[in-house]
């Protein structure tokens, strides 16, 4: 018999790659997404949830709630990293879509997240693709929350290499740092893809081509989405192709089995000029006094990526008819 599906909430600020993996979510069987919450990052909050909702329509699944999440830091911060010139004013690449006919559900994310957690205990996984906010917020909301949660496989950091935003950080992380270390440090299954693996696995211009080539309702959407995310690429990197940071991230919660892991205590810097840095404590040294590392619990992070095996299934499942 067939393993049970995976629940899973994707927390997510659509966003191109967002777009890319929430698309190959609803086409993959190992997972049953039971609903999206929305956050600020590549846009602000209110235009996430837009497009999340006119995501699911764009899928036919309007069947999925959608929950708006934080429009502020955990720390109330109004001042936010917005990536539109990553993304697009319109976070899908400047296609001018028509408004989505949905609405969100009353909920906040945060809530959304702690019901559905204690309505399937040990049964849910949150894939979150943004800044951890709303993952931070439904902590403190219910102590419960990370027992009840099966796993966080999350987008973000930047482990032994250089950040996105800057040196020291990557972006999600750097969206929100405090959130994002009382997620590390909660206790829950953590499961960390840091820019140290999404930076191996990338589309490329042919790949594209593909994309445009296909009669795939999602593949033909990306296609065109795509644009304005593959001249940034151009610009920041000097590459012809995309990095693939959220399909990948979604991938480590569909199939495991496609990375390697190392373990330890992660902290993450909230203030000053490496703000947004993770640190991994491997717990190998044994120190002689007690540092911010000592007795943290111990969560995965990602090392390595089978790479051609992301891309292959990426494409396969986005070019469904
Ligand atoms: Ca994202």
């Known amino acids: 018999m067939a393993a049970e599906p995976k629940k899973i909430i994707i927390d997510t600020d659509p966003g191109v790659d967002d777009a890319m993996a929430i698309f190959l979510a609803l086409r993959s069987p190992e997972v049953e997404v039971i609903g999206l919450t929305t956050i600020y990052g590549n846009v602000y909050t209110t235009l996430a949830t837009r497009n999340a909702l006119h995501l699911l329509e764009v899928a036919g699944r309007t069947d999925i709630p959608v929950a708006e999440g934080s429009h502020v830091t955990i720390t109330k911060g109004t001042k936010l990293r917005i990536a539109d010139f990553v993304h697009g004013a319109d ?71 250089n950040g996105n935003v800057n040196p020291a950080a ?58 304005v995310y593959l001249s940034y690429h151009q610009e920041a990197y000097s590459m012809r192709g995309v990095y693939l940071h959220d399909p990948t991230a979604l991938l480590a919660a569909v199939n495991p089995s496609l990375f390697t892991y190392t373990e330890g205590a992660v902290r993450v810097q909230t203030n000053g000029i490496t703000r947004g840095l993770t640190l991994l404590y491997n717990k190998q040294k044994r120190f002689g006094e007690v540092t911010e590392w000592t007795d943290k619990p111990t969560v995965k992070v990602a090392m390595t990526v089978d790479a051609p095996t992301v891309v292959k299934l990426l494409m396969e499942r986005l070019m469904e008819s």
């Open 91 to 161: 976070g899908l690449g400047n296609q001018n879509f028509d408004p989505p006919k949905g609405k969100p559900v009353e909920q906040s994310a945060a809530a959304f997240l702690v019901e559905q957690a204690k309505l399937h205990p040990g049964k849910v996984t949150v894939v979150a693709l943004g800044p951890l906010t709303n993952i931070a917020l439904a902590i403190e909301l219910d102590p419960e929350f990370c027992k009840n949660i099966r796993q966080i496989v999350l987008l973000g950091g930047a482990f032994s290499v």
């Open 170 to 227: 990557e972006a999600n992380i750097f969206g929100d740092p405090d959130a994002a270390d009382i997620v590390f440090t909660c206790g829950a299954d953590i499961l960390a893809v840091g820019i140290n693996v999404t930076h191996q696995v990338a589309l490329t211009d042919a790949e594209r081509d593909k994309l445009i080539q296909s009669n795939g309702k999602f593949a033909q959407y990306l296609s065109k989405i795509l644009e």
